[in-house]
């Protein structure tokens, strides 16, 4: 079953929040993770990771925190997924894995159609926006 990790969970509920919420207004990690009652220390690791991709900016100072720098309908799901994971999700392991280590990939009967299925999930990703899940 395809699953997204908590750090993509984490990424898109602090983008929700931060797009949902006054434009310009700043958002400490705390902030963010009390409201929603997430992990803290790994929402600062994701906000950390949307920082270096260019996702959020990271004021420093007193009155620092992050803020987002892209409309919500310029920041696609799938970018954020890449940003955070190293792999893309995917409905089978002969996906992720590359089928080296799978004994029946050559004869399997459901690779093919599954292939066209992970597509048509790779475009959604593509073409969802955070503006869609606000």
């Given amino acids: 079953m395809l699953q ?24 400490t990690a705390k902030e963010i993770a009390a409201k929603y009652n997430i992990s803290y220390e790994l929402l600062a690791k994701v906000l950390q990771k949307l920082t270096k991709s260019g996702v959020v900016v990271s004021l420093q100072g007193m009155h620092g925190g992050y803020t987002l720098v892209k409309r919500p309908d310029q920041v696609q799901i799938s970018h954020i997924i890449n940003v955070i994971e190293e792999e893309k999700p995917t409905i089978t392991e002969c996906y992720a894995e590359g089928g080296e280590d799978c004994s029946i990939f050559d004869a399997c009967t459901i690779r093919k159609p599954l292939e066209k299925v992970q597509h048509n999930l790779n475009l959604l990703f593509e073409k969802t926006t955070l503006e869609q899940i606000i």
């Fill in 4 to 27: 997204l990790s908590k750090k993509v969970e984490y990424a898109l509920i602090a983008l929700r929040h931060m797009a949902m919420n006054s434009h310009g207004h700043v958002f």
